[in-house]
């Protein structure tokens, strides 16, 4: 029955209010919380930290980009996915970026790069790179794609230590109609394809995927992960069967955790790299 009411709950979490539900569930203890920090003079150009009270890592900071299809999305919303990593100790950063109608691609990866060089000034550590679905995009374009990072002005390679995708569109052309707008605006629809850009020294890279996931299909991590591989680079996949879009980023809230165990798998995947 507690998995029924699980499933119910995450198959509407791309609307607002079942994100807020996941937000008041989860614990507003555990950790210290900087908001609104500036890494850009536009309004959604602004980060937050949340940082360990106690056991605390010596270990890169975790930044998490949120999806939304590029054009929902808020930092806010997602409290629950740096309660679930700082509990494990680690720092969190999540930011938020610039959204379609206002931008199109690739502003979007502009905003992210920016971000991700302020929060490694801010803090003086190396970063890992989390995101679901057009967040994914985000990290896994920024890992893989040198000049974004160089643009923003740090050493992407020197700064980014892992990379993790949860359920990234990174193989997905040619666009929908919906999409054509949004991430081809001048009719080039290759340079939104990460997998475009895999190469075999780029930092080692998770893939996850839900089995079950009719919004953005598997392939596109197999895909990636195959094309990496070629290349001579480090990857890993996990998949989960029965686990769809949303539920693979839900199953991080604390209460969620029995829908997939992805939390747990990306820990234990960061501690190897870390360690």
Request: one cysteine or more; glycine letters at 10%.
């Amino acid at each position: 029955m507690i998995r029924l009411i699980g499933l119910f709950v995450l198959s509407f979490l791309p609307a607002c209010s079942p994100l807020q539900l996941v937000d008041y569930l989860t614990p507003k203890t555990g950790y210290e919380r900087t908001r609104d920090l500036a890494y850009g003079p536009h309004p959604r150009q602004t980060f937050d930290i949340y940082e360990p009270v106690t056991d605390a890592r010596h270990a890169p900071v975790i930044v998490f980009f949120y999806g939304g299809g590029w054009k929902n999305g808020e930092k806010d919303d997602y409290r629950f996915v740096a309660h679930a990593l700082t509990r494990a100790g680690y720092t969190v950063a999540i930011p938020n970026y610039r959204l379609y109608p206002e931008v199109t691609f690739p502003t979007f990866v502009e905003d992210g790069a920016k971000a991700v060089a302020e929060v490694a000034r801010y803090l003086g550590k190396p970063v890992i790179l989390l995101g679901h679905s057009a967040g994914a995009h985000t990290a896994i374009t920024l890992t893989l794609e040198r000049r974004w990072l160089t643009a923003a002005g740090i050493d992407g390679d020197a700064t980014v230590r892992a990379a993790i995708g949860l359920a990234g569109p990174y193989d997905f052309a040619p666009l929908s109609d919906d999409l054509q707008p949004i991430l081809a605006p001048d009719g080039d629809e290759r340079a939104s394809q990460p997998i475009d850009e895999a190469r075999g020294d780029a930092p080692p890279v998770l893939l996850l995927h839900g089995e079950n996931d009719t919004t953005v299909r598997l392939k596109n991590s197999t895909n990636l992960a195959a094309a990496i591989e070629a290349a001579g680079g480090t990857v890993t996949v996990i998949t989960y069967p029965k686990v769809s879009h949303a539920t693979l980023i839900g199953a991080f809230a604390g209460r969620l955790g029995f829908l997939a165990p992805a939390r747990d798998d990306v820990l234990a995947w960061v501690d190897a790299i870390d360690g």
